[in-house]
């Protein structure tokens, strides 16, 4: 049964950090691509940054590029590291894993539950 569990989300202040974690099991995580997706309220899912499965190339939107760093490592784990939040971070925060690095969500196979992050101003 292949899971994806993420956590670390929360109620930040805008301009501070967070970091999320999303463990996976149940997949040969070395052979799949990760990403980390959000959807705000009333809003598609989007994009936000993703990381082959060797770790070696990363993708990011534009909206968070500067901000947010994707890591992963041997411990079935792939983080987002989130600085300087804005308000319009805001929103529920996916991991999904995929074959391949892209950033169209139709090519990720599998989804954790999310977690919600909210940035106020």
């Known amino acids: 049964q292949v899971q994806l569990v993420e956590s670390g989300g929360g109620l930040v202040q805008a301009g501070g950090s967070l970091r999320l974690s999303c463990a996976a099991s149940?997949?040969?995580?070395?052979?799949?691509?990760m990403g980390w997706f959000r959807q705000a309220p009333g809003k598609e899912r989007e994009f936000v940054a993703a990381?082959?499965?060797?770790?070696?190339?990363t993708n990011y939107a534009d909206s968070v590029k500067g901000r947010f760093i994707i890591s992963r490592d041997s411990s079935n784990t792939v983080y987002l590291q989130m600085n300087s939040l804005k308000p319009e971070d805001t929103a529920v925060y996916y991991c999904?894993?995929?074959?391949?690095?892209?950033?169209?969500?139709?090519?990720?196979?599998?989804w954790g539950q999310g977690t919600q992050v909210t940035v106020s101003s």
């Open positions: 149940g997949i040969t995580f070395r052979m799949y691509a």
């Open positions: 999904a894993a995929g074959p391949r690095l892209v950033v169209d969500s139709i090519y990720y196979n599998y």
């Open positions: 990381v082959s499965w060797t770790g070696g190339s």
